[in-house]
């Protein structure tokens, strides 16, 4: 059982369209980290969440960390094909020293 | 700048052999991990080294042994490879064990598939 859960697990859209990933857990974290993969490559970080409530920008992409630290969700508004990967969620714990990844969420956006 | 070198990048055994992969970090990071991907799970821990001269078991570590050689490298071993075991490996790294305000850095996998 993933201690979170990701959803949808994939997502297909048009460019130019808009998606939301959401990142669900009954734990509470220290801190919630989205990575970015792309085929035959390692994940690569986008972003870390630390604050309950708090909403970070990166261009095109809003994250935002729930009030409980229990949920995540990423949106990117206005899609485009170089927005194609694995997006994963990630989170941290302040009584050990690991991350938990959720399943992932593959997003296709087609030209 | 290589950052997380792993070798090799694909693999295929046989049942029963055995195998080591190799992993290492030029960022002087102390902390460094070992997981496994596989379809529909994500990522999963395999073993972690919090710093030189420590190693822990992850959520998945059997079967798995690890070493951590130096400040740089942390190998991990398949003694007997199972069928079980074909997966991706991911090797990645961090500054410091509290991951709650860093990111790990991961390496481009290993690719291995056992017969």
């Known amino acids: 059982t993933q201690l979170l859960e990701q959803s949808p697990q994939f997502l297909s859209i048009q460019e130019g369209e808009n998606l939301t990933v959401y990142c669900n857990s009954s734990?509470?974290?220290?801190?919630l980290q989205w990575y970015r993969q792309e085929p035959g490559e390692g994940p690569v970080l986008l972003v870390t969440v630390v604050t309950g409530g708090e909403v970070k920008k990166l261009k095109r992409l809003t994250f935002q960390f729930g009030d409980a630290r229990k949920d995540s969700s990423l949106h990117i508004t206005a899609a485009q094909t170089g927005d194609t990967g694995l997006y994963l969620c990630a989170g941290a714990r302040a009584s050990d020293y690991k991350l938990s990844f959720g399943a992932g969420t593959t997003v296709t956006v087609r030209a | 700048n290589a950052g997380v070198t792993q070798t090799p990048k694909f693999q295929v055994l046989k049942t029963g052999q055995s195998m080591t992969l190799q992993c290492a970090q030029d960022m002087n990071h102390n902390s460094m991990y070992w997981y496994r991907q596989d379809p529909g799970m994500g990522l999963r821990l395999i073993y972690y080294s919090a710093s030189e001269g420590t190693t822990d078991k992850g959520e998945v570590p059997n079967g798995y042994n690890v070493s951590r050689l130096n400040k740089r490298e942390f190998s991990l071993r398949l003694e007997s490879a199972a069928p079980s075991q074909t997966s991706v490996y991911f090797c990645?790294?961090?500054?410091?064990?509290?991951?709650?305000?860093?990111?790990?850095?991961f390496g481009d996998g290993t690719r291995l598939s056992i017969l």
């Open positions: 990645a790294s961090s500054e410091s064990r509290d991951l709650s305000n860093q990111p790990q850095h």
């Open positions: 734990s509470v974290f220290s801190s």
